[in-house]
Structure formats: C-alpha cells, structure tokens
C-alpha cells in the first residue's frame, strides 16, 4: 500500500511559477514510477508528466514540454513537478500517481493523491 499526498498548489498569475510536491508512505516508493496528472473542471484527467523509478528517464504532454520539470528524491520519498510560465490553460487538480514497475503516459497507475489545486489568473 502506497498513500499519496500533493502539495504546493495554489493561486498564481500568468507567467509565474509554482512547485508541486508529491509525499509517499512506505519503504518501496524507488519500486514505483511515479506520474503526475491534471483534471480542469468538465475535462478529462490528462496525462502531464512521468519520471522512471531511478529517475533516468521522463515523459511530458507535449503542451507543458520545456515549462515542465518532473523529478523525484527516493531518500525523501517524493516526487516534484517544477512548473513554470504558467497560463491559464493550466489550471486543473493536479495529482500525482503511483506505478509499480516501468512509466506510462495512460491513467494505469496503481496509487493516486487527493490532487492540489492550481489556478493561474490571467
């Protein structure tokens, strides 16, 4: 069992920054990959970024590629998103997720957080 817990969500404005940080229980957390997704109101949970489990490897959504930054510490248990030059296109409930084994870009992980909210103001 993995629980997850985001923070560092918020009110922002166009154009500012903003650091996610996803917290996990348990002793395996460098068993999983580790993902981040994004839901805006009457949307779909889209797929934002993935990071391998001995973080060597990512993937992004095209739309965040070069704004985006996904990165873990497996002494800490934590994965980060570093999100920058946001727009209003990124407000949603970010939240991260749990796989054991290799990364995806689909919604087939195994653990999910609650989600944070991020609203960037235009």
């Known amino acids: 069992q ?4 985001e923070s560092g969500g918020g009110l922002v404005q166009a154009g500012d920054s903003l650091r996610l940080s996803c917290a996990a229980s348990g002793r395996t957390f460098s068993s999983y990959a580790m993902g ?27 739309s965040v590629k070069g704004r985006f930054t996904i990165s873990r510490d497996n002494a800490k248990n934590t994965v980060y998103l570093q999100m920058s030059s946001l727009t209003p296109e990124d407000t949603a409930v970010y939240y991260c997720a749990a ?5 995806s870009r689909t919604p087939s992980y195994d653990y999910w957080g609650q989600g944070t909210q991020v609203t960037v103001s235009s």
């Open 2 to 5: 993995v629980q997850l817990v």
């Open 99 to 103: 796989r054991f084994g290799s990364t």
């Open 36 to 62: 981040w997704f994004r839901q805006a109101p009457g949307k779909e949970r889209e797929f934002v970024a993935t990071i391998s489990r001995n973080g060597d490897t990512t993937y992004y959504v095209d």
